[in-house]
């Protein structure tokens, strides 16, 4: 039981911290609400847990021979933690009540884990605390202990940003936590470059 606690401990460390992918689900939860934020959370988590398998069955050995992956990778990153930054900087901060905009899908998390350097740190540091060896008992272990709290870490942000939801009611009060989310996803990106 103490290997299963030590994986939640470090899965609960790894997933409730500040990234990229949970600041998209705070925003996600300030614009869009909760409930319509899931898709997001479940993608986000999803995706997450199949790079931690794939990370645990050997992937890692692919990238330690083909290191401009890892490159390619960490710059393609950037670019989309850029992008996500600048789509909310110029977004007019009027809250979703008519349909016009939507939330962050399911495949869109999913594509946020696979260029979050973060999210592929967490699977190196994890595999290799806790399966090293790649025994599949224990990669599937890891996984589904992470597939919990990482699907719970990450709907907290949605649900923290759907609390703040009440508080962002007007258009220049949103763009301001926007504009702040912004700022925060672009200083990820340029941390990426150095």
């Known amino acids: 039981m103490s290997l299963v606690f030590s994986m939640a401990a470090f899965a609960l460390a790894a997933s409730i911290t500040p990234g990229p992918v949970n600041i998209v689900a705070l925003g996600?939860?300030?614009?869009?609400?909760?409930?319509?934020?899931?898709?997001?959370?479940?993608?986000?988590?999803?995706?997450?847990?199949?790079?931690?398998?794939?990370?645990?069955?050997?992937?890692?050995?692919?990238l330690r021979q083909w290191p401009v992956l890892t490159q390619g990778i960490r710059l393609f990153g950037v670019a989309f933690l850029l992008y996500m930054a600048w789509?909310?900087?110029?977004?007019?901060?009027?809250?979703?009540?008519?349909?016009?905009?939507?939330?962050?899908?399911?495949?869109?998390?999913?594509?946020?884990?696979?260029?979050?350097?973060?999210?592929?740190?967490?699977?190196?540091?994890?595999?290799?605390?806790?399966?090293?060896d790649g025994e599949a008992r224990l990669v599937w272990l890891f996984a589904a202990v992470y597939l919990v709290?990482?699907?719970?870490?990450?709907?907290?942000?949605?649900?923290?940003?759907?609390?703040?939801?009440?508080?962002?009611?007007?258009?220049?009060?949103m763009r301001l936590f926007n504009r702040s989310m912004a700022a925060l996803l672009a200083a990820s990106a340029a941390y990426l470059l150095l």
């Open 28 to 62: 996600s939860g300030a614009q869009f609400g909760f409930r319509a934020s899931l898709r997001h959370v479940a993608g986000a988590t999803l995706g997450f847990v199949l790079l931690l398998v794939l990370i645990g069955l050997g992937l890692h050995e692919l």
């Open 87 to 132: 789509k909310l900087a110029s977004d007019d901060g009027r809250l979703n009540t008519q349909g016009q905009a939507r939330a962050p899908s399911a495949w869109y998390g999913a594509l946020m884990q696979w260029l979050n350097p973060k999210a592929w740190l967490a699977c190196v540091a994890g595999m290799g605390a806790f399966a090293a």
């Open 149 to 173: 709290i990482c699907y719970l870490s990450i709907a907290c942000w949605a649900y923290a940003g759907s609390f703040l939801r009440h508080y962002l009611g007007n258009p220049a009060r």
